[in-house]
């Protein structure tokens, strides 16, 4: 397993941008699939987005496609989630996580088996 330490949250306004990071420890970084997903207070855990372990696929809920984009430099154990035009809806804490998929879904949170503590994010009107 990894270790995963999400930075980067904070408050916004709406129609801003925050750049979200997640520090992984360990040399096997490169061989997760990563996936952000968030939390709203009520709410249960949502898929956010999600990035295959070389990061030649991205995959993105509907609620954020265009919007939001993942990243990852191997280089650094750091994946990114890059988060632009923001909305209030968006506000939520949004939590790192990191996987081996192979023939599974990265929309499921059930695929991963590592966890940030994640970072809130709030969007203010």
């Known amino acids: 397993q990894v270790q995963l330490v999400e930075s980067g949250g904070g408050l916004v306004q709406t129609g801003g941008s925050l750049r979200l990071s997640c520090a992984a420890s360990?040399?096997?970084?490169?061989?997760?699939?990563m996936g952000w997903f968030r939390q709203a207070p009520g709410k249960e855990r949502e898929f956010v987005a999600g990035?295959?372990?070389?990061?030649?696929?991205?995959y993105y809920a509907d609620s954020v496609k265009g919007r939001f984009t993942i990243s990852r430099d191997n280089a650094k154990n750091t994946v990114y989630l890059q988060m632009n035009s923001l909305k209030p809806e968006d506000t939520a804490v949004y939590y790192c996580?990191?996987?081996?998929?192979?023939?599974?879904?990265?929309?499921?949170?059930?695929?991963?088996?590592?966890w940030g503590q994640g970072t809130q994010v709030t969007v203010s009107s």
């Open positions: 990035i295959s372990w070389t990061g030649g696929s991205t």
């Open positions: 360990g040399r096997t970084f490169s061989s997760y699939a």
């Open positions: 996580a990191a996987g081996r998929i192979y023939s599974g879904s990265y929309y499921s949170q059930r695929s991963y088996n590592n």
